[in-house]
């Protein structure tokens, strides 16, 4: 069984940063993409970011600049620093993984969310 659990979210002020963090935990082989989506009330899920295990990043372009994804392999932990965040940024944060294990060969894993609110 493989887990994903967010942490780190909040109510920030416009203007403000946040530091999410994603741990995977169970009977993990390895890691390949780990990576974070946003989906905010009426809107489809979106990227945000996503990390290789060679360390190969993706940014949305609405966060590049802003944003930036960094991961400890020995943790199996994801984080995505967000600075100058935006009242546009509310959403929900789902942290995604493709996890190599040996019941399952590899597969996407989602964990539930972390809710992000910026206020203006």
């Known amino acids: 069984q493989v887990q994903l659990v967010e942490s780190g979210g909040g109510l920030v002020q416009a203007g403000g940063s946040l530091r999410l963090s994603c741990v995977a935990s169970g009977s993990i082989l390895s890691i390949n993409t780990m990576g974070w989506y946003r989906q905010a009330p009426g809107k489809q899920r979106e990227l945000v970011s996503t990390?290789?295990?060679?360390?190969?990043?993706n940014y949305a372009d609405s966060v590049k600049g802003r944003f930036t994804i960094s991961r400890d392999n020995a943790k199996n932990t994801v984080y995505l620093q967000m600075n100058s965040l935006k009242p546009e940024d509310t959403a929900v944060y789902l942290c995604?993984?493709?996890?190599?294990?040996?019941?399952?060969?590899?597969?996407?894993?989602w964990g539930q969310g972390t809710q992000v609110t910026v206020s203006s």
């Open positions: 990390m290789t295990i060679d360390g190969r990043t």
């Open positions: 995604n993984a493709f996890i190599v294990t040996v019941v399952a060969g590899t597969r996407g894993y």
